[in-house]
C-alpha cells in the first residue's frame, strides 16, 4: 500500500455516451493534492487510463478531498467517496469496468 496516497471514486450525471459517469483519482497528499494517475469510465463501462493527467491541461489544480467534493462547493451533479487502493489498480488494469455507473 502507498503511503501519503489517497484513492477518490467520483460518480457524475450522465450527460452522454462521450463523457464519464465515473472518475477514479490517485491523489498525492504529499505534492498538494495533484492527481498521480486518473481513470475515466463512461456509460459503456469502457476505461480509459490516464497516467499523465495534467499533460494537456493549462492549469494544474488539486483534487478536491471527498468531504469537499460532496459539500456542493465545487458544484453539483456528482458524488465522491474513498477508496481502497486495491479497487484502483483492479480497474486501471482492466479494459471494462463491472462496477456501479452512479452513486444510487
Same mark, same amino acid.
Given at each position: 500500500?502507498? $503511503?501519503?496516497? #489517497?484513492?477518490?471514486?467520483? =460518480?457524475?450525471?450522465? $450527460? +452522454?455516451?462521450?463523457?464519464?459517469?465515473?472518475?477514479?483519482? !490517485?491523489?498525492?497528499? !504529499?505534492?498538494?493534492?495533484?492527481?498521480?494517475?486518473?481513470? #475515466?469510465?463512461?456509460?459503456?463501462?469502457?476505461?480509459?487510463?490516464?497516467?499523465? =493527467?495534467?499533460?494537456?491541461?493549462? !492549469?494544474?489544480? /488539486?483534487?478536491? /478531498?471527498?468531504?469537499?467534493?460532496? +459539500?456542493?462547493?465545487?458544484?453539483?451533479?456528482?458524488?465522491?467517496?474513498?477508496?481502497?487502493? @486495491? #479497487?484502483? !489498480? $483492479?480497474?486501471?488494469?482492466?479494459?471494462?469496468?463491472?462496477?456501479?455507473? +452512479?452513486? @444510487?
Amino acid at each position: 500500500m502507498k $503511503e501519503n496516497v #489517497e484513492y477518490i471514486k467520483v =460518480f457524475a450525471d450522465y $450527460e +452522454s455516451d462521450d463523457m464519464p459517469v465515473v472518475y477514479l483519482y !490517485e491523489v498525492d497528499l !504529499e505534492d498538494e493534492r495533484l492527481a498521480l494517475r486518473a481513470i #475515466e469510465i463512461f456509460a459503456d463501462r469502457k476505461v480509459k487510463c490516464i497516467e499523465d =493527467f495534467y499533460r494537456d491541461v493549462i !492549469e494544474i489544480l /488539486s483534487i478536491p /478531498s471527498v468531504e469537499d467534493l460532496n +459539500s456542493g462547493e465545487w458544484g453539483g451533479g456528482f458524488f465522491a467517496l474513498a477508496i481502497r487502493e @486495491e #479497487e484502483f !489498480e $483492479e480497474i486501471w488494469n482492466s479494459d471494462s469496468y463491472k462496477g456501479r455507473l +452512479s452513486a @444510487e
